[in-house]
């Protein structure tokens, strides 16, 4: 079956600090995969996504790229604020019908000014 | 602001009382979700309509009912709910099987 691994969090960055939260997944199609966000007392946001290899997928100054020969997804921020403190998902979803999300664990960013 | 709205945002109720939780977008899409969610914990799948028929049902206790009416709207009817079934409640919905879905704010439920 398909599952996302994240790595373990909680993540604590000072303002501007570089950002990198893992993920790698496993699926037996070809996926698309997404970072979902999610800021205190909401629901997710789609933060950015990519639907094949080497897709970068990119939005807010997060970027990530499908990488199928690790089977990762990482995302990265190179500057990161006070107001990108919020609990991360990353997801995967095979194409056709029927087709869900697996989430990963999601993963709590905490930025101090 | 979310495209997907959902009502009302908070929801405290006994084990013997009925109530609704609403979902409504208005972006044409044609596949709408429920999940529920823990603190701490990713979102776990419901049940999952498309073209208002349901398609999915994640082996979900009888005591949640869920009804699409219309394209645009998704209802969960609650009867019976346990202390456990306390949860942050999301809709989503997706133009179809293949596109990201957009999540409401949830309905955030507490069973007495």
């Known amino acids: 079956g398909n599952s996302v691994t994240q790595m373990e969090g909680p993540v604590t960055l000072s303002e501007e600090a570089f950002l990198t939260i893992n993920c790698t997944y496993t699926?037996?199609?070809?996926?698309?995969l997404f970072w979902y966000v999610q800021y205190p007392g909401e629901g997710l946001q789609l933060l950015l996504k990519?639907?094949?290899?080497?897709d970068k997928g990119s939005n807010k100054g997060f970027e990530a790229t499908y990488r199928k020969e690790t089977t990762s997804f990482h995302l990265e921020k190179g500057s990161v604020q006070v107001s990108d403190s919020a609990v991360y998902f990353c997801?995967?979803?095979?194409?056709?019908?029927?087709?869900?999300?697996?989430f990963g664990k999601g993963i709590t960013l905490s930025v101090r000014p | 602001d979310t495209e997907v709205t959902q009502t009302p945002k908070h929801l405290v109720m006994g084990m013997t009382n009925k109530k609704s939780l609403k979902c409504e977008q208005h972006?044409?899409?044609?596949?709408m979700y429920w999940y529920k969610q823990k603190a701490k914990k990713p979102p776990e799948l419901m049940f999952v309509?498309?073209?208002?028929?349901?398609?999915i049902n994640e082996s979900v206790p009888s005591r949640f009912s869920p009804e699409c009416p219309n394209s645009s709207l998704l209802n969960l009817h609650l009867h019976a709910l346990q202390p456990e079934d306390s949860a942050l409640y999301l809709c989503?919905?997706?133009?179809?099987?293949?596109?990201?879905?957009?999540f409401g704010d949830g309905t955030r439920l507490s069973i007495l």
């Open positions: 989503a919905s997706s133009q179809d099987w293949s596109q990201p879905q957009h």
């Open positions: 699926a037996t199609g070809y996926p698309s």
């Open positions: 990519a639907t094949k290899a080497d």
């Open positions: 997801a995967l979803s095979e194409t056709g019908a029927n087709s869900k999300l697996t």
């Open positions: 972006m044409g899409h044609r596949a």
């Open positions: 309509y498309s073209y208002e028929k349901l398609s």
